[in-house]
């Protein structure tokens, strides 16, 4: 968060939320949340005793192409064990969705008590229409300007979008897939004809169809212990003090939750972002090189 007045107004919000759905009855949900907001709301609710989970895979309205393995799509509470038992049976509770498993950007969905967690999201289900993934694509290839992520952001928020109204943008080629506030679809369709120069389509994607898998690719290195901040240095080329620096101002995140310190060690298939650099799977130890240090494997997002 970037100062103590936005956080005092998130922690309100995420309780009007959830009061909203616990106490008065009806679906509730935020806008699009950071990794650092999520942790905010997640604490907040924890205060509230509210039932969170994150969704699976088989909750998210858009699959990617193929498998993706990750740590922080599957499914897990946040209250304690011994009340895992009353969720889904008559109990308010709450989740994350991005619209698609690995998603960053998420929104919290505050469900009353009348709802039950589906199998699966259909068309039937008022969760499905909370989030719809649109697909850019030019309009002519010969005269692409071959755009980024940046650019597609950019271009939205030149139309008087503003950040939390939009999630995760995945580009592949010259095209992208956009998720936004389904609430948003029309004016975006209709509105967004260029992006950096290049004239492009903008269509809706429909529940089930596929979305492209974010590619990883496997790195290996040496570190001197398993502290996150001995690996983001060896992740992201980065000196030991400008990772502890990136711990301590709370941009780093691992499944989605901040690390406890400096010398918090992240389990084999944790999923970590750092904000301004990216994120990647650590995969573990893997050994012990000639010099003592510990070798360490990773997949690294593209």
Not at 237 to 255: I, P
């Amino acid at each position: 968060m970037k100062n103590n007045d936005e956080e005092l107004y998130l922690r309100g919000r995420i309780r009007d939320l959830w009061r909203g759905a616990s106490e008065q009855g009806y679906l509730t949900h935020s806008r699009f949340l950071s990794l650092s907001e999520q942790a905010v709301a997640l604490d907040e609710l924890r205060k509230e005793g509210a039932y969170t989970v994150i969704p699976a895979a088989s909750l998210s309205p858009f699959v990617p192409e193929a498998p993706i393995s990750s740590a922080g799509s599957d499914a897990s509470f946040s209250h304690p064990a011994s009340e895992k038992g009353r969720f889904g049976a008559g109990s308010p509770f709450c989740l994350l969705s991005g619209g698609h498993p690995d998603a960053d950007r998420r929104i919290l969905v505050c469900c009353p008590s009348w709802m039950e967690l589906p199998a699966e999201i259909t068309a039937d289900d008022p969760l499905e229409n909370l989030i719809t993934c649109l697909h850019i694509t030019p309009r002519s290839a010969r005269f692409t300007d071959h755009p980024g992520h940046r650019d597609y952001l950019g271009a939205l928020m030149h139309l008087g979008f503003s950040r939390e109204e939009i999630g995760d943008i995945m580009t592949a080629d010259d095209e992208a897939w956009i998720f936004v506030l389904q609430e948003m679809e029309d004016v975006i369709c209709r509105e967004l004809t260029s992006v950096r120069r290049t004239s492009v389509s903008v269509s809706p994607l429909r529940p089930g169809n596929p979305v492209p898998v974010q590619r990883t690719v496997r790195r290996s290195g040496s570190i001197a212990s398993e502290r996150i901040d001995c690996i983001i240095a060896l992740v992201f080329k980065l000196s030991r003090s400008r990772a502890q620096e990136l711990v301590a101002s709370e941009a780093v995140f691992c499944n989605g939750k901040l690390p406890s310190g400096l010398s918090y060690t992240p389990s084999a298939g944790e999923r970590i972002s750092v904000r301004g650099y990216g994120k990647f799977i650590y995969r573990g130890v893997t050994g012990k090189t000639k010099k003592g240090r510990c070798a360490a494997e990773f997949d690294l997002f593209e």
